[in-house]
C-alpha cells in the first residue's frame, strides 16, 4: 500500500509563508477538490476576542486567490462556540472576526459563520464511528461542494493538539454537534456522570452566584432562594458546556479515575465528527494545509497568546487528515523547546522540551487532566479509516515567483507601472538636503552606549 503524501516547506528561506501556503496548494493537487465554479468552503479558525496567534488574514487571502485562479467560488468560515463567550452567537463572532482582520474587504470573499445566527443551522450526519452514531454539521459547509481547511497547528486545553482533525471535527460541527463531540451529556463521560453535591452552594452569599445562574440558558440549573440552593434537572439540559463554572466549588464534581477517562475520550471522539463530514462531502473534495507557526501550547479560541513553545516549524499540505497531523506532531516532538515558554516550567514532568520528547502530552493547559497523550487523536482517526499514519514527507521546491506577486505585477514589472505614471511628474530631489559632513562619525556610532 502506497505511503500518503505530505508536502512541506521548512521555516527558513526566503518565502513568504502566504507563497508556501500558495504553492503547497498547487504540489498537493488540492485544486483537483473542485471543478470550476464550485462552491469551496475555507474553513479557518478566526481567534478569539484578544487573542494574537491565529493565522494572519493575508495567509487565508493567499488561499482565495489560489482557488479563484482555479476556478473555484470561495467562501472563508468558522462556527459559533459552544460555551459562553465572544463567539457564541453569529452577531459578535462576525465582531471578533472583523476585529481580527477577517472580512470581505481584507479576505476577496465572503466570511460566514457556518452554523448561523444562534450556532443552530444544521444538517444531522450519520458515521459509523468509535463513539458516535451520528453529528450536526453547520449547514454551510455541507452545503458546499468542497473545502480547503487552514490550520493554525498548535496545542489545545482538552484536545491536547490543535490540528487539522481538531479543526475539522469540532470547528465545522453546529452546537449541538459540538455537544455531541464533547460528549457533554454522556451517561458516564458527560454531565449524567457527575455527582451533584447541592449543599455544597452558598447561593447569595457567592461571589459568583449571580454568573452561574445566569450561565444556563434552558435553566437546568438554577440557584434559588431556599435551601438546597443550587437545583439541576437533566433533562432539561442543553449541553452546553456551562456546567463547568459549577465544578470550581464543589457543586458538580467527578472522582479522579473517571475525571481521566472523561479526558481521554474527548479527543478520541473528535475524529468521529470529522468522518462524518469527511464522508458527507466526500473524501476527494476535501484538502488541508497546516501552518505549524506561531505553536503556542494553548488553542486561538483562548483570550490571550502565551510564548510559543517551538520555534516554527514550516507548512504542510495534503488530502490526508492523518497524515498531515502526525508529520506535524513528529516535527514537534523532534524540535527543542523555546526557552521561557510553557514546555520549561518547572512543574512539568518528563522534559517536554528536550527534542525527542512529546511535547503536548505533558504540557497541560487551564483545567485539563495532568497527562492526556497527543497520540489519541491520530490513533482514533486511522482505526475508523480517516488517514494514514504511514506517510511520505516530500519537501517542496519554490514555483515561478512571477506566479506569486500581485496580479497586476505579473504582466509587468513594478517599474514599468511605476515610470508609466510619474515619467511627466517625477519629483527631483533637492541636493542642498545632504550635510557636507555628517555630525557624528560612523566609528562613534559603532561603540557600546554609556551612561
Not at 34 to 57: M, Q
Not at 194 to 212: Q, V
Not at 382 to 394: F, V
Request: charge should be neutral; glycine fraction near 10%.
Amino acid at each position: 500500500m502506497s505511503k500518503s503524501k505530505v508536502h512541506w516547506f521548512g521555516p527558513r528561506g526566503a518565502l513568504s509563508t502566504v507563497v508556501k501556503g500558495q504553492r503547497l496548494f498547487e504540489l498537493a493537487s488540492l485544486n483537483d477538490c473542485f471543478s470550476k465554479g464550485d462552491t469551496v468552503a475555507i474553513k479557518i479558525h478566526c481567534g478569539e476576542w484578544n487573542n494574537t496567534g491565529y493565522l494572519r488574514p493575508s495567509i487565508v487571502t493567499g488561499i482565495v486567490e489560489t482557488v479563484k485562479d482555479y476556478g473555484g467560488d470561495p467562501f472563508v468560515c468558522d462556527t459559533t462556540t459552544i460555551y459562553g463567550g465572544a463567539r457564541t452567537i453569529a452577531q459578535d463572532t462576525y465582531k471578533v472576526a472583523a476585529r481580527n482582520g477577517f472580512t470581505s474587504a481584507t479576505l476577496g470573499c465572503p466570511f460566514i459563520v457556518a452554523d448561523g445566527d444562534m450556532g443552530t443551522d444544521d444538517v444531522k450526519v450519520r458515521v459509523d464511528g468509535n463513539y458516535l452514531n451520528y453529528t450536526y454539521i453547520a449547514k454551510a459547509i455541507v452545503n458546499a461542494d468542497a473545502m480547503i481547511v487552514l490550520t493554525h497547528f498548535k496545542g489545545h486545553p482538552s484536545g491536547v493538539v490543535g490540528g487539522a482533525i481538531k479543526n475539522v471535527g469540532i470547528g465545522c460541527c453546529s452546537k449541538r454537534g459540538k455537544s455531541i463531540t464533547h460528549l457533554v451529556k454522556h451517561p458516564k463521560y458527560g454531565v449524567p456522570g457527575y455527582t451533584f453535591n447541592p449543599e455544597l452552594c452558598k447561593g447569595t452569599d457567592c461571589p459568583i452566584y449571580k454568573s452561574c445562574s445566569e450561565s444556563c440558558p434552558t435553566e437546568a440549573f438554577q440557584v434559588v432562594d431556599e435551601k438546597p440552593y443550587a437545583r439541576l434537572d437533566l433533562d432539561k439540559c442543553s449541553g452546553c458546556l456551562g456546567y463547568i463554572s459549577k465544578m470550581g466549588c464543589g457543586v458538580l464534581s467527578v472522582d479522579h479515575d473517571k475525571l481521566k477517562e472523561m479526558w481521554q475520550s474527548f479527543p478520541a471522539t473528535i475524529p468521529d465528527s470529522v468522518k462524518a463530514i469527511i464522508n458527507h462531502l466526500g473524501r476527494e473534495h476535501v484538502g488541508f494545509i497546516n501552518y505549524a507557526i506561531d505553536i503556542s501550547p494553548w488553542c486561538d479560541c483562548m483570550g490571550f497568546t502565551d510564548s510559543y513553545i517551538l520555534p516554527n516549524l514550516g507548512v504542510y499540505a495534503s488530502k490526508d487528515i492523518v497524515s498531515i497531523d502526525k508529520a506535524c506532531l513528529d516535527a514537534a516532538d523532534r524540535a527543542e523547546g523555546v526557552p521561557g515558554s510553557k514546555a520549561f516550567d518547572e512543574e512539568i514532568e518528563n522534559e517536554p522540551w528536550k527534542a525527542g520528547h512529546e511535547k503536548f502530552t505533558y504540557i497541560p493547559c487551564s483545567h485539563r487532566f495532568k497527562e492526556v497523550s497527543q497520540w489519541i487523536q491520530i490513533n482514533a482517526a486511522s482505526n475508523i479509516g480517516l488517514g494514514s499514519i504511514d506517510y511520505e514527507l516530500i519537501e517542496a521546491t519554490p514555483g515561478p515567483p512571477e506566479k506569486y506577486v500581485m496580479p497586476k505585477f505579473r504582466e509587468h514589472s513594478w517599474g514599468y507601472i511605476f515610470n508609466r505614471r510619474f515619467k511627466d511628474d517625477m519629483p527631483m530631489p533637492d541636493l542642498d538636503c545632504f550635510k557636507k559632513k555628517p555630525k557624528i562619525s560612523i566609528e562613534e556610532l559603532t561603540k557600546k552606549p554609556k551612561l
